[in-house]
């Protein structure tokens, strides 16, 4: 039994000394007690089942599987109505009410220092309530508590109920076995596409729990890497990227050559757009797997981003090294090439991307674009109508499928494709113009000046566009036409 308790001390080793301290101290004690032990949720079951064996008194267990609700004091209160012959009271579940303050620490906004520190700025409605409300526990209750604790909750109990804890008639450990600890630890993992699913407040109470058991003494280096590998996904999901660029540095802490954490260390620094780093970071994760495809991949949008094009088509190409199907790389490595205006090679790249991914609407619509660029019109008009077979409200490619069509002098094509893409996005200013510009170019003064008006009140720019563009020549003689350039209304 350890009265005087001092968390700098090496804990106790025989939890078979501390049961039976426990046990005596149930059996000595009369009336009024608290007693706080420390162990897990499953190590807290067992001890209450070995202890209904072994003490011949009315034993019951008031257990929370969340937060409570109301105050601590009136749900004793109102168990021991119902209980009214109840000598020795364990109590299981009070840190769900803890992890839910650490949640709510977190969505005000609280540093990570402030909460790995236990630096509080305040004091936990559960443990304020016990403070408050010690001596009507003593007057009301002549009965002995057993509070069921893990090291966290018990570290909160010391520090912000020190009026309550102080009147302890007993403190015990009962260390988790490694196998134990392990198990309980891992039940936190969940799945990435589950946390989509979830609130902010139920994955920031996911991430105080999974650091309460990674800061468990007997905890071992491989199951912080798993616990702070899910914590890192809690962070992804939420969008906290510069969380998961300090998880993952405590990742690598323990293990510097796990080239999933270089990466996804690295995947957090370019959400932040901080891709030099996150190009680092790539480094380091291929330095240690070279044939690691997605990294290589990632690596080459990174460049892309800061304008380095060759070098990202480069990198594509280990990806597609090492994964030739991999149509997502071949898709990237046909935008960079449109970027460097090699046309061909784009187009080719592209039809590799959908030999693997035929219904791939993004691929078929630039690459319809750099049919354009080489003025391919009929066939950047049958990409564009494959983009719109997978997508047809992509609203973008209707307009420029009208651009191609008007290019081929196809005006009223043209004007149909457009009216289209305005079915989807009834203010899309661009189809509204390029639609004037056909009217222009076949002289239909009317619907040209009427329809260019309607594309310069959403947008004036379009004013100064029309006056300089040659499509409308055969209009722009037109008095009205001259009044609505010069923004005269007539």
């Not at 997502?328 to 790249?349: C, D, F, H, M, P």
Request: with cysteine; proline share 4%.
């Amino acid at each position: 039994m350890q009265e005087a308790f001092d968390w700098n001390e090496e804990p106790p080793l025989d939890p078979a000394i501390e049961y039976q301290g426990l046990l005596r101290g149930l059996r000595r004690k009369k009336g009024f007690g608290l007693y706080f032990v420390q162990c897990s949720p499953s190590e807290g079951t067992k001890l209450i089942a070995r202890i209904r064996q072994d003490l011949p008194q009315k034993i019951e267990v008031l257990k929370f599987d969340a937060a409570m609700d109301g105050n601590f004091y009136q749900c004793v209160a109102d168990y021991l109505q119902a209980h009214d012959d109840t000598e020795v009271l364990f109590v299981q579940g009070l840190e769900y009410s803890l992890l839910s303050y650490e949640a709510t620490k977190r969505e005000e906004g609280w540093s990570s220092e402030e909460i790995y520190s236990y630096s509080w700025k305040a004091v936990p409605r559960l443990l304020g309530n016990l403070n408050l409300q010690r001596e009507r526990f003593r007057d009301n209750f002549p009965i002995r508590f057993v509070f069921l604790l893990p090291l966290f909750a018990m570290k909160y109990l010391i520090r912000r109920a020190p009026d309550f804890f102080d009147w302890r008639s007993g403190v015990y450990e009962f260390p988790t076995n490694s196998d134990a600890l392990e198990q309980e630890s891992l039940r936190l993992l969940g799945k990435y596409d589950e946390y989509l699913t979830w609130t902010q407040a139920e994955r920031n109470r996911r991430v105080a729990e999974i650091q309460c058991w990674a800061s468990e003494p007997e905890q071992t280096p491989e199951v912080k890497v798993h616990l702070l590998f899910e914590q890192g996904n809690i962070f992804f999901v939420s969008e906290r990227y510069e969380a998961v660029i300090a998880n993952f540095d405590q990742v690598l802490k323990y293990k510097a050559n796990d080239h999933y954490a270089w990466y996804f260390r690295g995947i957090a620094l370019s959400k932040l757009q901080r891709y030099e780093a996150a190009i680092t970071s790539y480094d380091q994760a291929l330095k240690l797997k070279p044939d690691f495809y997605i990294a290589w991949y990632i690596r080459g949008i990174a460049l892309s981003e800061l304008k380095r094009y060759e070098e990202a088509i480069a990198s594509f190409d280990e990806a597609l090294k090492y994964k030739p199907d991999d149509h997502y790389a071949w898709y990237s490595r046909g935008l960079v090439l449109n970027k460097l205006q090699r046309y061909e090679e784009a187009i080719t790249t592209y039809d590799q991307a959908l030999k693997y991914k035929p219904d791939d609407n993004y691929a078929w619509y630039n690459r319809g674009t750099a049919l354009g660029k080489l003025q391919r019109y009929e066939d950047e008009i049958v990409s564009y109508d494959q983009a719109l077979k997978y997508k047809p409200g992509k609203y973008e490619a209707w307009l420029v499928r009208g651009i191609a069509l008007s290019k081929l002098q196809r005006y009223e094509d043209a004007i149909a494709s457009c009216d289209q893409a305005l079915k989807i996005n009834p203010d899309y200013d661009s189809a509204i113009y390029i639609k004037a510009r056909c009217y222009g170019l076949q002289g239909q003064v009317e619907l040209a000046i009427a329809t260019l008006k309607q594309a310069i009140d959403l947008d004036p720019k379009y004013r100064e566009m029309a006056e300089t563009d040659a499509d409308f020549e055969r209009v722009r003689s037109d008095d009205r036409f001259q009044a609505l350039i010069q923004g005269q209304p007539k």
